[in-house]
């Protein structure tokens, strides 16, 4: 098929996997001459890459596939794919429920979109879900930051949480090498880019599942060790990770980020629950005592370390006491920031055939006061920063506030102040923090860093 002329919109739910998904997509319809649109309406392609962890999340993408398959009848040279985790989920059934679409795709086809979408231009609806190895790009991302951007290092996930819908839609864990890891981030270097994050749902796992083994056994490859490897690549200033699963965290990493300059004093380590037997009854592999001893081993060596986590609520069977100790968790550690979720059963999961489900009023009202008490030690977090200096990479315009610019400490504390965004973007600004909220903070200008 021509596609000259022809326009394509992506819209992205879920996590930051399915934003680096999306950007990689999006650079295969550019290389096959497609051009992007902001309106889903002006566009003859229109990809929805979905998320199906929460029911809601599931919900959301359907309302937004009915509108567009309505379009279709008008407009038969629409061409309508679902991408992502509901797609893998759904597979055939996705069709049989729209039959408008053309295209279901799971999370690992992603870099075969090209492929795909000409098996659809001949004229076939393509599904396309089996397991495969994952092959590298070779195309370019088309990143929606000029300023930070995202690096997978592991897709899929072989652990088996309960409650948890990812490794069946994300399949089995596979590493990228070094090699090629280092050399996207070079490329990465090379354009200008500050920030980088390295991506996995459970990163401690990298490597783990590459060929060759260390002399003294064990993973030749570990997320410390990649650390350390692209550590001297040149061009930006700050590493992050992303999401750490105390399982397998290691204190030989806590070291390496404590020694590394560039990799930030941030650490995302979901906990889920306080409760030792609700921890079991989610297969997490850990207690809270164990999680406690992560905290306290990184406050031992890096301080100001900012800790953020995910919670879940209302997991089947959870007790007044046992939500609890969740809160008990959070009031001792004290997080700089908290994902909070109700429990939802989720298909094809061990949890959701369980028979001791709570109801939505206590799950809401669980979730509630876990909110409350999320704001309360997040503020007392932020106050660490009143009068400091921090240093700020500059990303954009503040959306509420047209004067100032917003970016990040290397905390991840967002931050506001007075300055011009043609000036300032991609810039690191060193900022003294002059108010405080719960998550965000405002400064005044110090001096410039770098250009
Ligand atoms: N790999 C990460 C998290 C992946 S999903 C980890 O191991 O922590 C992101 C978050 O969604 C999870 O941390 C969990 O808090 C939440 N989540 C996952 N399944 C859920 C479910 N069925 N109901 C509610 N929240 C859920
Ligand atoms: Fe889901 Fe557990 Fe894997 Fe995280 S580690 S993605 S919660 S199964
Ligand atoms: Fe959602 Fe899939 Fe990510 S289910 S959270 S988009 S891995």
Redesign the pocket.
């Known amino acids: 098929m021509n596609t000259n002329n022809r326009h394509y919109h992506i819209t992205t739910f879920g996590?930051q996997m399915n934003k680096a998904d999306s950007e990689r997509m999006a650079g295969i319809l550019d290389n096959m001459g497609l051009i992007s649109s902001e309106d889903p309406n002006k566009a003859d392609i229109i990809l929805y890459n979905t998320c199906t962890?929460?029911d809601n999340a599931e919900q959301k993408v359907y309302s937004y596939l009915g509108r567009q398959a309505k379009r279709k009848h008008k407009q038969p040279d629409l061409t309508l794919i679902v991408a992502g985790c509901v797609a893998q989920q759904e597979g055939e059934a996705l069709l049989r429920r729209v039959p408008e679409l053309d295209l279901v795709m799971g999370p690992q086809h992603a870099n075969r979109l090209q492929d795909l979408l000409e098996q659809v231009f001949n004229g076939n609806q393509v599904v396309a879900t089996e397991p495969i190895h994952i092959v590298e790009d070779i195309t370019k991302p088309r990143r929606d930051s000029k300023i930070t951007a995202w690096v997978n290092i592991i897709y899929g996930?072989n652990?088996h949480?309960t409650?948890?819908?990812?490794p069946s839609v994300r399949g089995v864990e596979q590493s990228r090498t070094p090699e090629a890891i280092r050399a996207e981030m070079e490329e990465l270097g090379r354009q200008g880019y500050q920030e980088i994050t390295l991506l996995g749902?459970?990163i401690d796992a990298y490597g783990r599942d590459l060929p060759g083994v260390a002399k003294e056994g064990g993973n030749k490859y570990t997320l410390s060790d990649l650390l350390y490897y692209v550590h001297d690549v040149p061009g930006f200033e700050r590493i992050r990770f992303a999401?750490s699963?105390p399982r397998y965290f290691t204190e030989r990493l806590i070291r390496a980020c404590a020694e590394l300059p560039k990799v930030c004093e941030h650490f995302h380590i979901?906990f889920?629950s306080g409760d030792n037997k609700l921890l079991k009854a989610m297969a997490r592999g850990y207690t809270h005592e164990k999680y406690r001893r992560i905290i306290d081993k990184i406050r031992e060596l890096m301080p100001d370390a900012s800790i953020s986590a995910?919670?879940?609520v209302g997991f089947p069977g959870e007790t007044e006491a046992q939500f609890e100790n969740t809160l008990k968790l959070v009031e001792d550690i004290g997080f700089d920031q908290l994902?909070t979720?109700?429990?939802?059963?989720?298909p094809g999961?061990p949890?959701a055939l369980w028979e001791n489900q709570l109801s939505e009023e206590v799950k809401a009202d669980r979730l509630q006061r876990l909110n409350h008490l999320v704001g309360v030690k997040a503020a007392e977090r932020s106050q660490r920063y009143m009068g400091r200096i921090e240093e700020i990479l500059v990303e954009d315009t503040n959306p509420k506030n047209a004067a100032q610019v917003m970016g990040r400490t290397r905390g991840n504390r967002l931050t506001f102040f007075e300055g011009d965004i043609a000036q300032l973007k991609g810039k690191l600004v060193k900022v003294k923090v002059t108010e405080v909220r719960p998550f965000s903070l405002t400064g005044e200008v110090k001096e410039f860093v770098l250009v």
């Open positions: 996590c962890i929460r996930c652990e949480c409650y948890c819908v990812v749902q459970n999401t699963h979901p889920q995910d919670a879940i994902n979720a109700a429990y939802s059963p989720r999961t949890a």
